[in-house]
């Protein structure tokens, strides 16, 4: 189970998430007339919902582009979501002024060579547990839960309890609902 700095994951204001194999399961369907099939993970969607119920903004950053993607971010309010981003650590950097805090104040889940550099730069930096070998040799966390079965709501959960929250946090959220 992930485990965090205390110091570290109170400072964390905003969660960037990658999308193709951290909130899917990296698999991609295309149906016959061109429509493309992801599967989300609802745990993750209730993490998500719980970290922006807590004060963590969340990002969606994607090098792909797809609909479906906006339609996601949508149902559990994600506000920001950046697609066809090959650079992402420029797109995390950019972020990080637009929101004025440092790269020390993010958290970053990834799963794949194009996640490697944000990973490294950020204050706390995931890849889920299938992320490709590369990733999961340098990255400084890795969630026991692969991507698209859980992965963000083990760094959400992770977070939460490392800042001693996570139990009030769910209690209000629950009475919020």
Not at 33 to 57: C, H, L, N, T
Request: hydrophobic letters at 45%; charged letters at 25%; a negative charge.
């Amino acid at each position: 189970m992930l485990a965090f700095d205390k110091g570290v994951a109170t400072g964390i204001k905003l969660l960037i998430l990658d999308v193709d194999g951290v909130l899917t399961n990296a698999h991609l369907v295309l149906g016959a007339s061109g429509e493309e099939i992801k599967e989300f993970s609802v745990r993750d969607g209730i993490g998500i919902m719980v970290a922006q119920f807590a004060g963590v903004q969340v990002v969606f950053l994607s090098a792909r582009v797809s609909e479906i993607v906006e339609r996601r971010a949508e149902m559990l309010g994600v506000r920001e979501v950046y697609q066809g981003e090959q650079q992402k650590l420029d797109v995390v950097r950019q972020i990080a002024e637009r929101h004025g805090v440092e790269l020390s104040a993010i958290a970053y889940v990834g799963d794949d060579l194009v996640d490697m550099a944000s990973i490294r730069e950020v204050g706390i930096g995931v890849a889920v547990g299938d992320a490709c070998s590369d990733l999961l040799e340098s990255a400084p966390h890795v969630t026991e839960a692969p991507g698209g079965r859980g992965a963000v709501r083990e760094t959400v959960e992770a977070i939460l309890k490392a800042r001693g929250d996570w139990t009030d946090v769910v209690e209000e959220f629950l009475a919020s609902i």
